[in-house]
């Protein structure tokens, strides 16, 4: 979640108002019906899971750190033989190296519109079929002039110079934090002129394309990997409005607890919730899951 956003909720998810270090701290109490804690995720449900698929920001990240805890997690996955795979809005610029560099098998970027993978040390790119041309950036660059002068004190995110496909407007990732009610504004005026729009905990994005997180890790794992039958095989992580169609799609989801400002804004809520913020919960239910099925390979 944005910067603000989780130092207001610290105080009511610690009382201590103190966030925990990896895997320690008080245990964030239900905050959604439909939310399970990830400890309740049973042998038998774990026993299929093969993929772990994730969003970055606040996901993982914690404060926009990637704690060492959440890197050592996925690294442990993919010792064990997961598959681990972000799923993201940030830019074709970071999935490149996270392509490269990160224990990922893959990495959706741009929300859907390209995945990056690598292949016999070979870096490929998977692009969406339905991306716009470069007719794209003339578009954006009106959706944008018309966020800045409609919503006061927003500005284009900074990692926007190694976007391809898409526009984010930063609302939360650096000061001033301007609030899930000027997100939705600016998201308002991003489909008032005909993109497609999503909040992430930082970012507004804003897309000309027919394609979501979901779409295109389904096209991607059906195309190249082959994988037709993918629903029960994943394990997905997310905290914001933008993940909502993997909830929705995913029977293993998993929220983690920074998700619960976003609660009333997601009609499709996670299974799951992990007991802590950011990459501490992530990491927390990844030994859980380990725990349960320690090797895949
Ligand atoms: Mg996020």
């Known amino acids: 979640m944005g910067r603000r956003s989780a130092r207001d909720t610290e105080k009511e998810i610690y009382p201590g108002g103190e966030a925990p270090s990896c895997g320690k701290g008080p245990k964030l109490a239900r905050k959604g019906k439909f939310m399970i804690p990830i400890e309740q995720l049973t042998k038998e449900q774990a026993a299929g899971i093969r993929y772990i698929l994730t969003d970055i920001d606040d996901t993982i990240t914690t404060e926009g750190k990637l704690p060492a805890c959440?890197?050592?997690?996925?690294?442990?996955?993919h010792d064990a033989g997961y598959k681990v795979i972000p799923v993201t809005g940030r830019s074709c610029g970071w999935c490149d190296l996270i392509a490269r560099e990160w224990p990922a098998a893959a990495v959706v970027g741009e929300n859907g519109a390209v995945v990056y993978y690598m292949e016999n040390g070979h870096l490929k790119v998977f692009t969406h079929p339905s991306v716009a041309g470069d007719e794209v950036h003339k578009k954006l660059e009106d959706v944008k002039e018309a966020c800045l002068k409609g919503v006061p004190g927003t500005r284009v995110a900074k990692d926007q110079f190694s976007r391809v496909y898409d526009l984010a407007i930063d609302f939360a990732e650096e000061p001033p934090y301007l609030g899930?009610?000027?997100a939705e504004k600016i998201k308002d005026i991003c489909v008032s002129m005909g993109a497609q729009a999503k909040v992430s905990s930082i970012h507004v994005n804003a897309w000309f394309g027919d394609y979501n997180k979901l779409s295109m890790t389904k096209l991607f794992m059906e195309t190249v990997w082959g994988e037709t039958e993918i629903r029960d095989k994943i394990l997905w992580f997310g905290?914001?409005?933008?993940?909502?169609?993997?909830?929705?799609?995913?029977p293993n989801s998993c929220g983690v607890a920074n998700i619960k400002p976003f609660v009333d804004r997601i009609q499709h809520l996670p299974t799951f919730v992990a007991p802590y913020e950011g990459g501490e919960g992530f990491a927390a239910a990844i030994d859980h899951l380990l725990k349960l099925q320690p090797h895949v390979k």
């Open 70 to 77: 959440a890197y050592t997690a996925m690294w442990r996955l």
């Open 180 to 182: 899930l009610d000027a």
């Open 239 to 250: 905290d914001s409005p933008n993940d909502e169609p993997m909830f929705a799609y995913f």
